[in-house]
């Protein structure tokens, strides 16, 4: 099975990581022999933020940091899998198509999540052994717990000898993480398993369909953490959830200032009507919070289209504008950042970047920053200075503030 992107080899897992993931199967399993290395890399999302789950387009970018499993088959139902970071204790469960939740908030959620999905869909039984390694910071706005669902799930389906439509997989993956209880879009699930090296990727989603944009030279794209932990299935789920609750009232209320029938969906909503005659829209037929939400909504996706006219340009002052105007309206309108966050951005753009703005759901997490090449390094510079050296011991590590590399997708090596 290849669907999901042999092209892609240019960014599996490192040498190091696989190295340290047959080691640590050695030692619990045996020999890896004719097992398999699945590799699923995170993203940062460049712009067009809580826009997924309204089915309106997103324009992220997937980074080396990712989860790696290295696995071998089983001859029954049963995966066990051990994670390289001992704070996540091991799994070992059944696959069914109803298989009962670790306790919320626990890792195993997301590869039950996996599991479950695909034996509906795809009747997958066979499990397997299996190490997993995740370099993509945990809840860090960065994707590690898609990363983890899409990992999980390509090892299923390649032990299963069950070959999935790659779009299909992107819908299996985004549907699966209601098990968690998030009521999340589909936009890490798509990136993790679509995304080319050295581009970003516009996506929308009704229908589902992926445009990859070379990222032009010189683009440098730094990610910082507020090291303020984002957990998207912990406390900050209830606020998600609620956003997306808010945004269908909207979106229904909104309707109802229409003359015919309403439509169903943001992108019918917004079909044929400019920006401002959506906000004359809202501010007829909304109050307070909810035409906040929706201006966000509105607005953002407007700058999704922007900016990806902006990288086809090469215009970065136009491109880091969108993200200033995306931060500001995530902050306003929608209310999900924080102080920190804030901040992080603050030191970016006075360092020189071009833009920066939140990314992921926010309440914590990352931002990213649009530097030019030469800039890039005033811009980590300032960040380790002003805001992570009274907060840390020492510097700040690669894990916490990094330059991103457009990566390629979910990949597979025979090990
Ligand atoms: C989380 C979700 C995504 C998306 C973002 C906000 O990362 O997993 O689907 O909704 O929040 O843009």
Redesign the pocket.
């Known amino acids: 099975m290849a669907e999901y992107g042999p092209h892609n080899r240019t960014d599996p897992a490192s040498t190091d990581v696989s190295t340290r993931l047959t080691e640590t199967f050695h030692q619990h399993f045996g020999s890896p022999d004719a097992g398999i290395l699945i590799h699923a890399p995170g993203r940062v999302?460049l712009i067009?933020?809580?826009?997924?789950?309204n089915g309106l387009p997103?324009f992220p970018m997937a980074i080396r940091h990712g989860i790696s499993v290295v696995s071998r088959a089983r001859s029954d139902s049963i995966i066990r899998l051990i994670n390289t970071d001992p704070d996540f204790e091991p799994l070992e469960f059944e696959i069914s198509g109803v298989i009962p939740p670790y306790p919320t908030g626990h890792w195993g959620n997301y590869v039950k999540a996996a599991a479950q999905v695909l034996h509906r869909e795809h009747g997958i039984t066979r499990g397997f052994d299996g190490v997993l390694h995740g370099e993509v910071p945990a809840a860090a706005?960065l994707?590690s717990s898609?990363a983890v669902v899409v990992a999980s799930g390509l090892t299923l389906l390649e032990h299963g000898e069950t070959p999935a439509d790659r779009m299909q997989l992107m819908d299996d993956f985004a549907g699966a993480?209601a098990y968690v209880g998030?009521r999340?879009?589909?936009?890490?699930q798509a990136i993790s398993l679509g995304a080319k090296p050295g581009s970003a990727c516009r996506i929308d989603f009704a229908p589902l369909r992926l445009r990859h944009v070379a990222i032009p030279d010189g683009w440098t794209f730094v990610v910082a953490s507020s090291l303020v932990p984002a957990e998207?299935s912990g406390a900050r789920q209830a606020v998600?959830n609620q956003r997306t609750e808010e945004c269908r009232r909207a979106l229904k209320l909104a309707g109802r200032g229409l003359v015919g029938i309403p439509p169903g969906t943001y992108p019918e909503l917004m079909k044929g009507r400019s920006v401002e005659e959506l906000l004359a829209l809202a501010e007829r037929s909304l109050a307070d919070p909810l035409v906040r939400r929706f201006r966000h909504v509105v607005t953002e996706t407007d700058r999704v289209s922007q900016a990806v006219e902006a990288m086809y340009q090469d215009t970065p002052s136009w491109f880091g504008r969108l993200m200033v105007g995306s931060h500001e309206s995530l902050r306003d309108d929608y209310e999900v950042s924080c102080p920190e966050l804030d901040e992080l951005v603050d030191i970016s753009m006075a360092a020189g970047a071009f833009g920066a703005r939140l990314t992921?759901?926010?309440f914590g997490g990352c931002i990213v920053a649009l530097t030019s090449a030469d800039s890039a390094a005033a811009v980590l510079s300032a960040l380790a200075d002003s805001y992570y050296a009274s907060r840390l011991d020492q510097a700040p590590s690669g894990q916490e503030l990094f330059i991103a590399a457009p990566s390629g997708g979910a990949s597979r090596t025979t090990l």
């Open positions: 999302n067009g933020e809580h826009t997924d789950y997103v706005g994707s898609s993480e998030t999340g879009g589909g936009m890490d998207k998600y992921g759901a926010g």
